[in-house]
């Protein structure tokens, strides 16, 4: 029988997970059924159950479920726990749900591919929402210098911070406290969905620094616009999303995809 596979959203319609996970099947020849599934807003389990009893073998989890994914499982990945939040589900012997989150292993696979060494840098992170919660464990096993979570409501980045500072050397707080130079400098607010930018100085980046934004278009982000035109190289998320594709796929299949020729197809169709 044919592997089930779904990504779960509300709404759901324009995930581009299934394209991604069709590709990485026809890469490897697997033979698998990957939907995108709209579940209810109030029984996220609900449609989890249903979904194994179809014969689902694993689940992507997106926006607004991720909380919920995480409450429902039966065992949780260290990162999972950490980021509190779970984007994979992984049906195990004897109908055991596990969660996992692999955002972060994207993002820190997506910068190494893009020549970017994390050991050592000095790291800037805007934004202390879910999406930032969510990278931060991987981007602190990378083994970065320092890290600093700058957010608009500067407690949030402070209590972020905290959470984590048994893993690395990792504070937080508001925009006034960032201190250029970064040599990597990620964005995670979705100020740029308002056209806004969050209030940064103009000498922020490093020579040979590299601006990373969480969000991707066919078009550069404000942000990664604003970070071209003071000399950094820029890359946006797309092959964030292309790389925790790739280990949603590994943990379910235990073999991980090659994400180059996938992110070129992707980009191409943006
Ligand atoms: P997500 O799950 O995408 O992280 P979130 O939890 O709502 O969503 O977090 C959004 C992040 O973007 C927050 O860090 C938010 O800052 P606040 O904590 O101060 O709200 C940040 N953000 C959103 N709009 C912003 C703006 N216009 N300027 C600066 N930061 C903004």
Known sequence: MTDRYCVFGHPVAHSKSPAIHAAFAAELG??????AIEAPLDDFAGAWQRFMAAGGRGANVTVP???????LCDSLSERARRAGAV???VLGAEGVTHGDTTDGVG???DLHDNGV????AWVLVLGAGGAVRGVLEPLLAAQPASVLVANRTAEKAAVLAADFTDLGAI????FEAVDAPYDVVINGTSASLAGDLPPLP???FAEGATAYDMMYGAEPTIFLRWAAARGARTVDGLGMLVGQAAESYRLWRGQRPDTAPVLAELRRSL
Do not use: M, P
């Open 65 to 71: 479920f991720k909380e919920q994914a995480y409450r």
């Open 87 to 89: 984007n994979t589900l």
């Open 30 to 35: 697997d033979d698998i059924d990957y939907t």
């Open 202 to 204: 103009d000498d922020l």
């Open 171 to 174: 504070s937080g707080g508001g």
């Open 107 to 109: 993002l820190v696979g």
């Open 117 to 120: 060494t994390l050991a050592g």
